[in-house]
């Protein structure tokens, strides 16, 4: 209970054996502990250095065990003072990353212009997006003319199971030549279990990511997949992306119904934690703290689930979660 001050177990066992027997030598200390001299000398110097062992001011040769009042108040306030220190550490650390961080934007950027970020090269947009993705508040479109030679991310560490997990809106449209496969029909499997909508159809006409209804990133070069990307948040582009989006989305083919959920894994970690606390009454604020996510994260996914489940309170939220033994 002691280690944050620096006094493990047995230190203190020392230390509490030299308060309750201020007259014990090493040895005596050692058979009362049932532990060697040799280690309880070196627990000894320990405390020395703790300063819960010092020097007696009527006789320089003898030692005495602080008071744990002196003695472990002051081990308090100076970890406290080295926390302090340690803290401001961090932030001018945490300074110092966002200044890179912006310099490392401008690497990748190879010129912007008002609404306009083109980034050169498969990598600094693979990079820019993933930054991207992660600062999605709401959700993340996507159509995604990839074949089956494509590499493909495994299913265990995607990078768009966190975007779900997170409770963003994910709609995915991929080439009917790719779900064929069977690598390709696992992955949009793994997107749909996890509460994403997945579409396919048999031809694209380019890849277009969409982040907030905000932000579109599309391929420099529909032909050249590794010249790089280019990233438009003017009103007028997003809105013709919207279109070509919602164009091919309302003409692709649904490929899993809700029917298809796993119900052996029908949730994510947090939507299940959510349910679990909502069960118990918690509020959103109450959820939001205990999961140590944000008030507008909870209330999202309290929605995304009362989608799916159809429930309009919370009432049937948690009746229709109980049918189906998610809680």
Do not use: C
């Not at 300063?51 to 100076?78: F, I, K, M």
């Not at 809106?169 to 009917?176: G, H």
């Amino acid at each position: 209970m002691l280690e944050p001050l620096g006094v493990d177990d047995a230190t203190f066992a020392v230390y509490h054996a030299l308060l309750s027997r201020p007259d014990s030598t090493p040895a005596q200390i050692a058979g009362l502990l049932n532990r060697p001299v040799a280690e309880i000398l070196d627990t000894m110097d320990q405390l020395r250095k703790l300063d819960l062992l010092v020097p007696t001011w009527t006789d320089p040769d003898a030692e005495h065990a602080v008071h744990p009042r002196v003695g472990l108040s002051g081990l308090a306030e100076r970890r406290r003072g080295e926390l302090t220190r340690m803290l401001n550490e961090l932030s001018q650390a945490e300074s110092s990353a966002d200044v890179i961080a912006e310099q490392y934007n401008e690497l990748l950027t190879s010129r912007s212009s008002g609404d306009i970020e083109v980034l050169k090269g498969r990598a600094n947009a693979s990079r820019r997006i993933e930054e991207l993705g992660l600062k999605a508040k709401h959700s993340f479109w996507g159509m995604v003319p990839a074949h089956i030679d494509d590499a493909l991310h495994p299913v265990e560490g995607s990078p768009d199971a966190p975007l779900l997990e997170r409770g963003l809106k994910m709609r995915t449209i991929y080439l009917q030549s790719m779900t064929v496969s069977k690598p390709g029909l696992d992955y949009a499997a793994m997107l749909h279990r996890l509460g994403g909508e997945v579409r396919a159809t048999p031809t694209l006409p380019m890849r277009l990511l969409i982040l907030d209804h905000e932000i579109a990133i599309m391929a420099m070069d529909p032909e050249n997949p590794t010249a790089g990307a280019v990233i438009h948040r003017s009103p007028s582009v997003l809105a013709l992306a919207l279109a070509l989006f919602d164009s091919y989305w309302a003409r692709a083919t649904e490929l899993f119904s809700p029917e298809d959920r796993d119900d052996n894994n029908p949730l994510t970690p947090h939507e299940a934690e959510v349910l679990r606390l909502l069960a118990g009454g918690a509020k959103d604020e109450q959820v939001a703290r205990l999961l140590g996510i944000s008030l507008r994260t909870a209330r999202r996914i309290t929605a995304n689930l009362s989608d799916r489940l159809d429930a309009t309170s919370r009432f049937e939220l948690g009746v229709a979660a109980a049918k189906r033994g998610w809680v």
